[in-house]
């Protein structure tokens, strides 16, 4: 090969080159735009279904709360020295619900025969065998953390009853 072969040969590559690049920086621009229209597309979806399992959780978790305060509040009055203790069955609510917004006015305590009749408000007096303690925690409000949600507030509520322990003598 002379020279000017040599020289024609690396112009035409060069300008292959050259040609290929510009149409390959056209070809990845526009790409690079298709992927910021798809990206402005699908954030705000992944934005609320990520948002939405947030919130779900929260409720769940306050729902829980709720739910186990009462339990717990039936459980802390069907003992035998506590049944007639309407502050500490109240208190065992508020201590177990209160990360989930249950007050004292949210805590409801009744007794019943233990077959739903003659209902009876707290403090009971005397109650015989087969008595049901009766915690009701209602309209504990459920706020949603992002108002673009559009939810309105939801009120929590839950009861729980348990046998009172009377009369019984344990071994």
């Known amino acids: 090969m002379d020279r000017d072969s040599t020289f024609s040969f690396s112009v035409l590559i060069y300008s292959w080159f050259f040609n290929c690049r510009s149409s390959r920086g056209t070809l990845l621009k526009r790409q690079n735009g298709q992927a910021i229209v798809e990206f402005a597309l699908t954030i705000p979806l992944l934005l609320l279904l990520t948002f939405g399992i947030i919130e779900f959780g929260r409720l769940l978790f306050a729902y829980s709360s709720?739910?186990?305060?009462t339990r717990e509040a039936a459980r802390?009055?069907?003992?035998?020295?506590?049944?007639?203790?309407c502050a500490g069955i109240t208190a065992a609510a508020v201590r177990i619900g209160g990360l989930a917004g249950v007050q004292a006015g949210n805590v409801l305590i009744s007794y019943d025969d233990g077959f739903g009749g003659n209902v009876r408000s707290c403090?009971?007096?005397n109650l015989r065998l087969g008595s049901r303690v009766i915690v009701e925690i209602g309209n504990v409000p459920f706020r949603t953390l992002l108002?673009?949600?559009n939810l309105s507030s939801m009120n929590l509520s839950s009861t729980s009853r348990r046998t009172i322990l009377i009369g019984?003598?344990?071994?």
């Open 168 to 171: 019984l003598e344990l071994k």
């Open 123 to 125: 403090p009971p007096g």
């Open 66 to 69: 709720v739910a186990t305060a």
């Open 147 to 149: 108002p673009a949600l």
């Open 76 to 85: 802390y009055g069907s003992a035998a020295e506590n049944y007639q203790d």
